[in-house]
């Protein structure tokens, strides 16, 4: 009996707490009895379960084992024989629950182990030919044993093993990113850190592109992502093949190429049970939700990346493990069928989901169709899910725990969704006000929802896809004293992240303070600190929304003065605190604005605001926002970044005001130009008096 189909029910994963074979010797000498025909079998029905042991055209049932006195002498003197180190009372335990069987309900022997071995009053003198019929009390041969105990015993230490290095890549999936995390906590020096960033955490792995694409396909990682991801990479290979043994002779493995199909076998199992334990981290990182968001200063596009990078490897393992096993049935003439199993099925579908997954994930169908690629992903996922699962259910019931690296994945995928209903359950359906403010952008007032740092809105009428939704930044959450928001000047702003990638970094320079003139008839995002009483008494709690419309959602938002809205809010505010940075500049691009509000709101310090828009009109409506700010505004023409960096940095330094932090919130192009120019001057002048740490807020496709 090897891995069979059926049996108990274990609880957690092999090794810890489910064991296979102990006490090994106790199996192996029924493993060798229950090919043999005993006196009790009957003529195999091909109707019947798997709850019998067949050979030939036999099969037994666990009644039978439980009575037949030729096999329980056989298997009771096998074991007084090869177990004699091992205690009575494990003896015993195993006897009541494994002689008849494996099953969740079956017969008790009928005599005790040591019961039975008193029963035997004479040596037994012939030995058993192992497949042929067992009709009274007999030996088992020295090499028949030793081949079915090197099998038994090396299969479970592989187990063991692949389930060790699974628990290994899941608890280092989560505990280096904390562990990385709390680094920002020890006080290194300023110079130390600024320079270090701007070698080996900030800038691309190649070239200067980070948020732009490369040749339109993906997104060149930052030093710092690389390193996590090589890790990635470099444990899961090593994993994969550490510590697989071959251990001959075999009765699993005899032919002549035993060794070769030993381990082509193990290897096989270990990339299945690695893709298994991978699951779980991807659907971990892919999370709005993610705990590590919350526990890290990480931010979500780089475990956005990480997810695709541990998608990318659990597809690869578990394409391996399916081709691996299609060759080893082929060659053993057992695929016709195995092929036609339900457990083979169900991993096919599995692995062909993961596999058309990954193609259909790239960042150009990403960006130009992204709801049908959401729509599809989730589809797929649950595919690879209910696969994977049934794939281990219909071929080893629960006896092994592999079912659970996917109830892990299950869960945190329902906490995920779960929080997603429970944010929208907490608003309820309200009504956005929507107002015009020029050709290119639109202002949103959605009263009565409290939120920061950004929100997910749904707008369940305006497409048949309810589903829908989309990401701005918010800025604040209080809205204009009076009914008419839309013209009023108090609340808070926000930009459709998945739009700001392709926002326009030209812009004009402007004056020291953002000019308000003419605008009375345009929306205004006044601070929500007005020091007007009488704003202060009215002012109602709700977000404000700032977009930019191009296609899609936000262009139909146009259309509509008022509409309903689910608001899926709010997922915190800046999760870096710069206050201890006596310098904050930021770097806004169009709409990018909104994302860099609330630090300048918020920062105890002194704020400098460089930003440029592609019109005036969104300008004057964000200007009440901006009080007390140093503001340069540049409409019309291009921003001179490494200007203003060099320049203000290099104050900065000649001042000896200590650390300076620079936000940049824009298009992906004046990211990375900005990260480009912040990196250069780390390196050159980071021991010269620039003490500086770069912070990019954008959403990632």
């Excluded at 030996?139 to 290095?165: C, P, R, W």
């Excluded at 944010?423 to 050709?439: C, H, P, S």
């Excluded at 109602?540 to 929304?545: D, W």
Aim: aromatic letters at 10%; one cysteine or more; charged letters at 15%.
């Amino acid at each position: 009996m090897s891995h069979v189909t059926t049996g108990r029910n274990g609880h957690g994963l092999i090794g810890y707490g489910i064991s296979m074979y102990k006490p090994l010797c106790a199996y192996v000498c029924r493993d060798l009895l229950s090919t043999s025909m005993l006196n009790c079998s009957e003529t195999m029905d091909m109707s019947g379960g798997m709850s019998m042991d067949m050979h030939g055209g036999s099969e037994t049932s666990p009644d039978c084992y439980a009575t037949d006195d030729a096999f329980l002498g056989t298997l009771a003197y096998c074991i007084s024989t090869h177990c004699q180190g091992t205690a009575i009372y494990e003896l015993e335990r195993y006897w009541s629950l494994n002689v008849a069987g494996r099953q969740p309900e079956q017969p008790l022997p009928k005599a005790s182990y040591q019961e039975t071995s008193a029963a035997i009053t004479l040596e037994p003198t012939e030995t058993l030919v192992v497949g042929e019929d067992l009709n009274q009390t007999m030996l088992v041969s020295d090499e028949d044993y030793e081949m079915s105990y090197n099998a038994q015993g090396i299969f479970e230490k592989m187990e063991v093993n692949h389930e060790t290095y699974g628990i290994i890549l899941i608890v280092t999936g989560v505990a280096i990113p904390i562990a990385c995390s709390l680094l920002r906590f020890i006080p290194f020096p300023a110079t130390t850190v600024t320079k270090f960033n701007a070698w080996f955490i900030d800038p691309p792995v190649f070239g200067s592109r980070h948020k732009t694409p490369i040749a339109g396909l993906f997104h060149m990682p930052t030093r710092g992502q690389a390193f996590f991801i090589f890790y990635l990479v470099a444990i899961n290979v090593i994993l994969s093949a550490a510590g697989i043994e071959s251990e001959q002779p075999n009765s699993w493995f005899p032919s002549a190429s035993g060794s070769s199909g030993e381990i082509l076998a193990y290897f096989s199992n270990r990339v299945g049970v690695l893709s298994f334990a991978n699951i779980p981290l991807l659907f971990l990182y892919a999370g709005r939700n993610n705990i590590l968001l919350w526990l890290t200063s990480w931010s979500h596009g780089t475990f956005l990346l990480l997810h695709r990078w541990v998608a990318a490897i659990a597809t690869l393992q578990a394409i391996l493990h399916s081709a691996i096993y299609l060759h080893i049935y082929i060659h053993n003439g057992e695929h016709t069928s195995e092929s036609k199993m339900t457990y083979w099925i169900w991993g096919i579908i599995a692995t062909l989901s993961m596999a058309i997954l990954l193609p259909t994930s790239l960042l150009p169908l990403r960006k130009r169709a992204y709801e049908f690629f959401l729509a599809w992903h989730v589809l797929l996922s649950i595919f690879v899910l209910v696969g994977s699962l049934w794939h281990i259910l219909a071929r080893f019931s629960r006896q092994w725990g592999y079912e659970n690296w996917i109830y892990i994945a299950i869960a945190i995928w329902g906490f995920e969704r779960a929080m997603r209903l429970a944010r929208l359950a907490r608003n309820g359906v309200k009504i956005a006000k929507v107002t015009i403010i020029d050709d290119d952008y639109v202002s949103v007032h959605v009263e009565g929802v409290t939120g920061s740092g950004h929100a997910y809105l749904y707008f369940p009428t305006l497409t048949w896809r309810v589903w829908e939704n989309h990401p701005f930044s918010v800025a604040s959450a209080v809205l204009p004293p009076s009914s008419s928001s839309a013209s009023s000047s108090s609340g808070a702003e926000a930009i459709d992240l998945e739009k700001r990638g392709g926002g326009d970094n030209r812009s004009s320079s402007s004056s020291s303070s953002v000019s308000n003139s003419n605008s009375a008839s345009k929306p205004h995002f006044s601070s929500s600190s007005s020091s007007s009483s009488s704003s202060s008494s009215s002012s109602r709690i709700g977000l404000t929304f700032l977009l930019r419309t191009k296609a899609g959602v936000t262009k139909a938002l146009r259309a509509h003065a008022s509409l309903p809205v689910l608001v899926e809010s709010g997922y915190g505010p800046p999760h870096t605190d710069l206050s201890s940075y006596p310098l904050l500049i930021c770097i806004a691009g169009g709409v990018g604005i909104t994302a860099c509000v609330p630090y300048l709101r918020a920062h105890p310090g002194e704020a400098k605001l460089f930003w440029g828009a592609r019109s005036q009109g969104v300008v004057d409506a964000i200007a009440g926002s901006l009080q007390g700010v140093q503001t340069e505004t540049f409409v019309g023409k291009r921003m001179s970044i490494r200007q203003v960096l060099g320049k203000e940095l290099s104050a900065a330094a000649a001042a000896g005001g200590g650390e300076a932090v620079v936000l940049v919130s824009g298009p992906s192009e004046m990211a990375d130009e900005v990260r480009g120019v912040v990196g250069e001057l780390g390196r050159k002048r980071g021991g010269k008096g620039i003490k500086v740490k770069l912070l990019e807020e954008a959403f990632s496709w």
